[in-house]
C-alpha cells in the first residue's frame, strides 16, 4: 500500500475509509476498454498459464515417487498439512459406504487432497478419487495415472 494510502486510512475517520471502499468496489475490479473477451485474455496470465501446470506437475511427480512428502499449489512441504475435518469427512463417509469411498474433487490440481489423505484410504475397500479442472490439467492428470 502506498504511503499517502496508509497515511490517509490513520487519519480519516473509520466510516469514511470503509464509504470510499464501499464506492470503489470490493475484491477484483476489471478495468479495460476491450473489445472482446479473447482480446482482453490475450493480454493477461492467469491459474490456465502452462508454466503452473508444469510447476504442479514437478511437484507431484516427486509426491507420488515418495521423494517429497507433501505438495500444495506446486510448493513442496516437508510435513503433510492435513484438513482434519477434510479427513474426518471422508472416513465418515466411507464408513456409512462399507469401506467404500467415492470423491468428487472440483478444482483438485493434480491430486493434491488425494495424495494428502492417501495414509488413510490404503485400507478401505474400494477408493475413487475423480477430479474436476482444468482440461490440461485433466490431460496430464491422466498422464501421470498410467505412470
Known amino acids: 500500500m502506498s504511503s499517502i494510502r496508509l497515511l490517509l486510512k490513520d487519519w480519516l475517520p473509520p466510516a469514511l475509509v470503509r464509504t470510499v471502499r464501499n464506492l470503489r468496489g470490493k475484491g477484483i475490479r476489471f478495468e479495460g476498454n476491450y473489445?472482446?473477451?479473447?482480446?482482453?485474455?490475450?493480454?493477461?496470465?492467469?491459474?490456465?498459464?502452462?508454466?503452473?501446470?508444469?510447476?504442479?506437475?514437478?511437484?507431484?511427480?516427486?509426491?507420488?515417487?515418495?521423494?517429497?512428502?507433501?505438495?500444495?499449489?506446486?510448493?513442496?512441504l516437508d510435513e503433510i498439512q492435513y484438513s482434519w475435518p477434510v479427513t474426518a469427512a471422508l472416513m465418515w463417509?466411507?464408513?456409512?459406504?462399507?469401506?467404500?469411498?467415492?470423491?468428487?474433487?472440483?478444482?483438485?490440481?493434480?491430486g493434491s487432497s488425494y495424495f494428502q489423505n492417501r495414509k488413510f484410504l490404503t485400507n478401505l475397500k474400494a477408493v475413487t478419487w475423480n477430479v474436476v479442472e482444468q482440461a490440461h490439467f485433466v490431460k496430464k492428470g491422466k498422464e501421470i495415472c498410467r505412470r
Open 93 to 110: 463417509a466411507a464408513a456409512r459406504n462399507n469401506g467404500n469411498l467415492h470423491v468428487l474433487d472440483f478444482g483438485g490440481s493434480l
Open 35 to 76: 473489445k472482446t473477451w479473447e482480446e482482453a485474455a490475450a493480454l493477461c496470465s492467469g491459474y490456465d498459464d502452462v508454466s503452473i501446470l508444469d510447476k504442479v506437475l514437478e511437484a507431484t511427480l516427486k509426491v507420488k515417487r515418495g521423494e517429497a512428502v507433501f505438495e500444495r499449489d506446486s510448493v513442496i
